[in-house]
C-alpha cells in the first residue's frame, strides 16, 4: 500500500531563510508525486508535481522540489522564505497518472519569523 | 471560472441528523474525490469516482454515500451523523490522465460540526 511521510509537524524560519520541508513515500512502483501548498481556511493549491524526467522539479512561487528514487524522498525546498508563504505543507503520491486516490502525508505546518 | 465549488461552506449538524454536502465543477473533469481533514492526520480518502455512474470507496468510506449522475456533480451524503464525522470536507476533481500528470483541484472545503 501507499503512504507518505512528513517527518516535521511544524518547522519554524526566519523570514529570507532557506527551507527544506521533507517527504518520503513508499509504492511499489514509480509514483506520482505532488506537493500542495493550505492557507488557513483555503482549500489546497498545487506547488509541483513529479512522475519521470528531470529529478529537480520547478513549480510555483519559487518552490522547487527534488525527487531521490534511492532515498524514496521528494524534499521541498526554497532559497529564501517569505512571510507569505506560512501555511501548511501536503505531500502526496498518486498511482498511473491520475489523482482521484490521492495518499497524503500528514502536513507540515509552516511558520515564519520577521 | 468557478472552477471547484463546495457548499455550504458551514455546517452544524445534530447526532442522528442526515445531510448532503454539495461538489460541482465546471472543468469536465472525468475524476473526482471526497477527502476529510482531521487535525493531525492529513487528507484521507472517503470515495471517489472515475465517470459518471462510477464510483469507489476510499480509505474511511463508513458512514457517507456517494452517486455520480453527472460529470459536473459528486454529492457527499452522510446517513446519520455522529460526532466523529466532525471534520473539514474537501471536493477534488482531476483530468483523466493521458499525456503526463493530471493534478487534482480542490475546494474551499465544508467546514461539519456534529454535536
Known amino acids: 500500500a501507499q503512504s507518505v511521510t512528513q517527518p516535521d509537524i511544524h518547522i519554524t524560519v526566519s523570514e529570507g531563510a532557506s527551507l527544506e520541508l521533507r517527504c518520503n513515500y513508499s509504492y511499489g512502483a514509480t509514483p506520482y508525486l505532488f506537493w500542495y501548498v493550505q492557507s488557513p481556511g483555503q482549500g489546497l493549491q498545487l506547488l509541483l508535481k513529479y512522475f519521470s524526467g528531470d529529478t529537480l522539479v520547478q513549480g510555483i512561487k519559487g518552490f522547487e522540489a527534488e525527487f531521490k528514487r534511492s532515498q524514496s524522498s521528494f524534499n521541498l525546498r526554497k532559497p529564501s522564505v517569505h512571510w507569505s508563504d506560512a501555511a501548511e505543507y501536503f505531500c502526496a503520491v498518486g498511482a498511473q497518472g491520475g489523482s482521484e486516490k490521492l495518499v497524503f502525508g500528514k502536513g507540515t505546518k509552516l511558520t515564519v519569523n520577521p | 471560472n468557478a472552477g471547484v465549488t463546495q457548499t455550504p461552506k458551514f455546517q452544524v449538524l445534530k447526532t442522528g441528523q442526515s445531510m448532503t454536502l454539495q461538489c460541482a465543477q465546471d472543468m469536465n473533469h472525468e475524476y473526482m474525490s471526497w477527502y476529510r481533514q482531521d487535525p493531525g492526520m492529513g487528507l484521507r480518502l472517503i470515495h471517489y469516482s472515475v465517470g459518471a455512474g462510477i464510483t469507489d470507496q476510499g480509505e474511511v468510506p463508513n458512514g457517507y454515500n456517494v452517486s455520480r449522475s453527472t460529470t459536473e456533480d459528486f454529492p457527499l451524503r452522510l446517513l446519520s451523523a455522529a460526532p466523529s464525522q466532525t471534520s473539514v470536507y474537501f471536493c477534488?476533481?482531476?483530468?483523466?490522465?493521458?499525456?503526463?500528470?493530471?493534478?487534482?483541484?480542490f475546494g474551499q472545503g465544508t467546514r461539519l460540526t456534529v454535536v
Open positions: 477534488a476533481s482531476s483530468k483523466q490522465p493521458g499525456q503526463g500528470i493530471a493534478e487534482a483541484f
